[in-house]
C-alpha cells in the first residue's frame, strides 16, 4: 500500500495539483502516488483518488488501485457527478479483471457504468466504455465479431467528441478484432496506423501507448509475422524502458520470448521470461500467466517434462498453454489424452476466431492420426487448410502442408513434407522448420532415400540440439539404452530399429520409454538432439 509522510495541512493548493499531474504525466510514479495520496488525505476529492490509482496501477499495487478508484467512484456519486462515476467504474471494470478480482466482478463494474451513462454518446466516457467492452468481448468472450462493434464505435465516439486518444485507440483495437476474424491485411494496416500515431506522441495516456503496441505485437504473434513483431518488440522496449512503464514492459518482453523461441533462440527466449517471472513475482495481474505458459513450452521443447507440466497447468485455461499440454501429452505418447485434450480446446474456441484455432488444429491433426481418429484428424486438417487458403501467409500454409502430410500415402508425404519445410523456412520459424525436417526425413527414409533423410536429419538436429540443458544430469543408459537412442539419431523408426537389433516392437518401446525416464526427455526429436550434443548422433 502507498503512503505519505506530507502533513495533510500542508496540501491542496493548485500548486499542489499541477505538480502531482506534471509527474504522473511524466511517468514518475512513486513521487505522483506520494502527492495524489497526500491530497485525496487532505481534501477527499475525487480527482485525487483517480490519480492515485492510475499512478498505483503503474506500480503494480493492486490494493491501492482498486481502493483509490473505489474511492472515487464514491466520492463522484455523492456529488452527483455521473460522468466521473462512469468513467470510475469503467477502470474498476478493467482493473477488477486484470488484478484477479474476478470476471464476473469486472462485467459488474462495466454494467454499472453503461447505467450510469444510459443512451449518451456524446461524451467521451461512453467511447472508453465501448474500449473496454471490446477488450473483454476479444480476450474473455473470444467474440471478435461483438469487439470490432464496440471497438468501431468507439472510433467515433473519440471523433465526435475530439477524444484524439480514444480514436486512436479504438482504431488499434478494431484493427486486432480485424485479424481475428481473419481479414489480416486490413487489420495490420489499422494496427501499424495506430501504432505510429501512439508512438510519434499522438496519444497522451502512457498506458494506452503501451496497449497500442501490445496489440500489434499480438497480432503479429498470431500471424507468425515475426519481422514485424520484432520491430515493434524493439521499439516498445525502448519506450518502456526510457519512460519506467514496468507492467507493459513485463508484457512486451513476454510476447518478444515468444518470437525469440519461434525463430530458433532458445536461449534468449528463457532468459527473458526467466527475467519477466521474477520482476511478476509478487504480481497479481493475469498477464503474469502468459509468461507461464511460454516458459511452459520452452521447458517442453527443452525436454524437461515435470517442469514442463508443473508451469504448463499454472497458466490455467489460457490456449497456448493447453496446446502445449497436449503436445507434452503426445509427445509422451498418450495420443488418447492429447486428443481429449485438445478437443476440448477447440470446442471452446468459436469459428470465426481463425488465427486462436490454428496452433490447436495442428496438434488436433497430429494427436487424431496418431489415437486412430482418422476422420476427425482430416476434418481438422481440411479446416487448416481453409484458414491457411484464406489468410494466405507462409505459416500458415506450412502448418495445413504439416497437417495434410500426417495423413497422405507415402509419396505424397514427402512433397507435402517438403512444403512445409519450405514454408516454415520463408516464415522465420526455426523450431517447426526443424521439427518438419525430422518427419521429412522419416518419410524419405520409407520412400528408401536414406541419403536425403541423413541431410535434412542434420539440419533439423543443428537447430534442436542447442535446446539440451547442459546443466542437466543425463543419468546412465544401459548399452542397450545407447544402442536404441543411436538409431533414435539416426531416425529410424520402432520396426526398423527392432529389425536391426533383432528385438520385438513392444521391447524398443519400453527400452525408449525408459530413456525418456533417465533422461527427462519427452520425444523422439529431443532424444535425437541429445544423442547429437553427447556424440551419440
Known amino acids: 500500500m502507498i503512503t505519505t509522510d506530507r502533513d495533510p495541512g500542508l496540501v491542496g493548493t493548485s500548486d499542489d495539483w499541477l505538480v ?8 514518475r510514479w512513486v513521487h505522483a502516488a506520494e502527492l495524489f495520496a497526500a491530497l485525496a488525505t487532505a481534501t477527499d476529492d475525487p480527482k485525487a483518488h483517480e490519480g492515485l490509482a492510475q499512478a498505483a496501477w503503474w506500480l503494480d499495487d493492486a490494493d491501492t488501485t482498486l481502493g483509490a478508484r473505489e474511492a472515487a467512484y464514491r466520492g463522484f456519486r455523492a456529488a452527483g457527478e455521473d460522468r466521473g462515476a462512469a468513467r470510475a467504474a469503467v477502470s474498476l471494470g478493467y482493473d477488477s479483471m486484470l488484478f484477479g478480482k474476478g470476471i464476473a466482478v469486472g462485467r459488474g463494474w462495466l ?12 461524451v467521451p466516457e461512453a467511447g472508453w466504455l465501448a474500449v473496454r467492452q471490446a477488450e473483454v468481448a476479444l480476450n474473455v468472450d473470444h467474440d471478435a465479431a461483438t469487439a470490432l462493434n464496440a471497438a468501431t464505435r ?6 465526435d467528441t475530439a477524444d ?26 489499422l494496427l501499424d496506423s495506430a501504432a505510429a500515431a501512439a508512438t510519434a506522441g499522438d496519444v497522451d495516456n ?4 503501451g496497449k497500442v503496441c501490445c496489440w500489434l505485437i499480438s497480432a503479429c504473434q498470431e500471424t507468425h509475422d515475426l519481422g514485424r513483431a520484432s520491430d515493434w518488440c524493439a521499439r516498445v522496449e525502448d519506450i518502456c524502458v526510457r519512460r519506467e512503464l514496468a507492467p507493459l514492459f513485463a508484457v512486451c518482453r513476454t510476447q518478444h520470448a515468444s518470437i525469440l523461441l519461434a525463430s530458433g533462440n532458445s536461449q534468449d527466449a528463457e532468459a527473458a521470461l526467466v527475467e519477466v517471472l521474477s520482476r511478476l513475482k509478487q504480481s497479481r495481474r493475469l498477464s503474469r ?18 517442469e514442463a507440466e508443473d508451469l504448463l497447468r499454472q497458466a490455467g485455461y489460457l490456449s497456448p498453454a493447453v496446446t502445449s499440454l497436449a503436445q507434452l501429452r503426445l509427445d509422451g505418447g498418450d495420443a488418447e489424452r492429447a486428443w481429449s485434450i485438445i478437443a476440448e480446446l477447440l470446442r471452446a474456441i468459436p469459428t470465426e476466431q481463425l488465427l486462436e484455432r490454428v496452433d490447436a488444429l495442428a496438434v488436433a491433426v497430429a494427436a487424431g492420426a496418431a489415437s486412430g481418429r482418422v476422420d476427425e484428424a482430416r476434418a481438422a486438417a481440411r479446416e487448416l487448410r481453409r484458414i491457411a487458403t484464406r489468410i494466405g501467409t507462409p505459416a500458415l500454409a506450412a502448418h495445413a502442408d504439416a497437417g495434410d502430410a500426417r495423413l497422405a500415402d507415402q509419396e505424397r508425404a514427402v512433397e507435402l513434407w517438403q512444403d512445409a519445410v519450405r514454408h516454415f523456412h520463408v516464415a522465420g520459424l526455426a523450431f517447426d522448420e526443424a521439427d518438419a525436417r525430422l518427419e521429412l526425413a522419416a518419410a524419405l527414409r520409407q520412400a528408401g532415400d536414406d541419403e536425403g533423410a541423413r541431410e535434412e536429419k542434420t539440419q533439423a538436429l543443428a537447430v534442436l540440439a542447442p535446446l539440451r540443458v547442459s546443466s542437466v544430469d543425463a543419468g546412465p543408459l544401459t548399452e542397450r539404452q545407447t544402442e536404441v537412442l543411436r538409431l533414435i539419431a539416426r531416425g529410424l523408426s520402432n520396426t526398423e530399429i527392432a529389425a536391426q537389433l533383432h528385438l520385438s516392437e513392444h521391447t524398443v518401446h519400453r527400452h525408449i520409454a525408459n530413456i525418456y525416464n533417465a533422461l527427462d526427455l519427452s520425444s523422439r526429436a529431443a532424444a535425437a538432439a541429445y544423442a547429437v550434443g553427447h556424440g551419440l548422433g
Open 206 to 209: 502512457l498506458m494506452w501507448i
Open 289 to 306: 500467466l502468459d509468461a507461464v505458459a511460454q516458459l511452459g513450452e520452452v521447458r517442453r521443447r527443452q525436454g524437461r517434462l515435470a
Open 111 to 122: 454494467a454499472r457504468a453503461s447505467d450510469l451513462l444510459g443512451e449518451r454518446v456524446d
Open 20 to 27: 502531482a499531474a506534471a509527474e504522473l504525466g511524466a511517468g
Open 154 to 159: 468507439a472510433e467515433d465516439i473519440g471523433r
Open 164 to 189: 484524439g486518444d480514444l480514436v486512436i485507440v479504438g482504431r488499434a483495437l478494431a484493427g486486432l478484432a480485424t485479424v481475428r476474424l481473419g481479414d489480416v491485411s486490413p487489420g495490420m494496416a
